[in-house]
C-alpha cells in the first residue's frame, strides 16, 4: 500500500505542511503513525479527500470536459490573429493557444482569474515514485 509523509502529501495537494497537519488534526484527513512515529497518509485515503474536496465546481455549463484547472493569468501574448495565454495553476503551468478574438473576448489580462478546461483524446499516465515526489524530481 502506498503511504505518503505529511509533506509529500502537501506537495502533492499544493498547500503547506503545516496545513496538511491542520486537516489531520481536525480529523478531515485521516493519518496513521508509521514504524518510527511519523505521521503517514495511505494513498486511498489521500486520494478518497482530495475527491472529496474538488466537488464540482459551482457554475459548470453542460460539457463533456471534466479536468478544469483554476489559476491566474501570468502572460498574454498576442499578434493580429493568435494569443498564447499562460496560467499558473497551483504547480502546474498552462500555456494555450487561442485566436486573439477569444482573448480579447475574455479580457484575459495578466492577473486575471481563468480556469484551464481541458478535452484531450489521449493523456499518457506514467507512475511516480514517492521518493521521486519528495526529491523535486520528475518521470515527465
Known amino acids: 500500500m502506498t503511504v505518503f509523509r505529511i509533506g509529500e502529501a502537501a506537495q502533492l495537494l499544493g ?18 503513525r508509521d514504524e518510527h512515529g511519523h505521521r503517514v497518509i495511505a494513498g486511498v485515503d489521500l486520494a478518497d479527500f482530495v475527491r ?8 459548470v455549463a453542460a460539457s463533456s470536459a471534466r479536468n478544469r484547472l483554476r489559476g491566474i493569468v501570468t502572460a498574454v501574448t498576442k499578434d493580429t490573429v493568435m ?3 499562460e496560467i499558473q495553476a497551483g504547480p502546474f ?3 494555450s493557444l487561442l485566436s486573439r478574438e477569444a482573448v480579447d473576448a475574455l ?4 492577473g486575471s482569474v481563468a480556469v484551464a478546461v481541458i478535452k ?6 506514467e507512475r511516480s515514485s514517492p521518493a521521486e515526489l519528495s526529491s523535486g524530481r520528475s518521470t515527465t
Open 93 to 95: 503551468r498552462l500555456v
Open 15 to 32: 498547500v503547506s505542511a503545516d496545513t496538511v497537519r491542520r486537516w489531520v488534526d481536525s480529523g478531515r484527513l485521516v493519518a496513521t
Open 52 to 59: 472529496a474536496q474538488a466537488g464540482e465546481p459551482d457554475s
Open 120 to 125: 484531450s483524446t489521449t493523456v499518457v499516465v
Open 107 to 110: 479580457d484575459l489580462q495578466v
Open 83 to 85: 494569443a498564447q495565454v
